[in-house]
């Protein structure tokens, strides 16, 4: 099942899409445009134990139907499951991973495994 997460700042994803996990969190950030002005801003998402990238071309209609430039959460994940069960037991952390998914026009398919998520602030792009 896929749930539609809050709606994104952006209206339209349009360069610059930049992918970087640095320790334990990953961010997805990128320019997009808005009432016709150029916004920087993105997606932070917190306790990141896996994620993966599709290129544009290797994307298929379930990618991208519900997905394009919005973020959503595939609820009863497989991926998610298959984490969880790789969690050596006894784990002090206990993790919560759930799976989250947007699609980025001129780019491709991002999907995160994380606990959470939030939309980081947008800064006018002059």
């Not at 952006?10 to 990953?26: D, I, M, Q, R």
């Amino acid at each position: 099942m896929i749930r539609a997460l809050s709606p994104p700042p952006p209206s339209s994803f349009t360069e610059s899409v930049l992918f970087t996990s640095p320790g334990g969190e990953a961010e997805l950030r990128c320019v997009y445009e808005r009432d016709e002005a150029l916004y920087a801003g993105g997606l932070r998402f917190d306790r990141v134990r896996a994620y993966r990238f599709l290129a544009e071309s290797h994307c298929t209609l379930w990618h991208v139907e519900d997905e394009y430039d919005t973020l959503v959460e595939i609820e009863q994940s497989s991926w998610a499951a298959e984490l969880l069960a790789a969690e050596p037991d006894g784990s002090r952390y206990g993790w919560q991973i759930r799976r989250f998914l947007i699609y980025v026009d001129d780019s491709g398919a991002y999907e995160v495994a994380a606990a959470g998520y939030e939309w980081l602030p947008e800064t006018a792009v002059a």
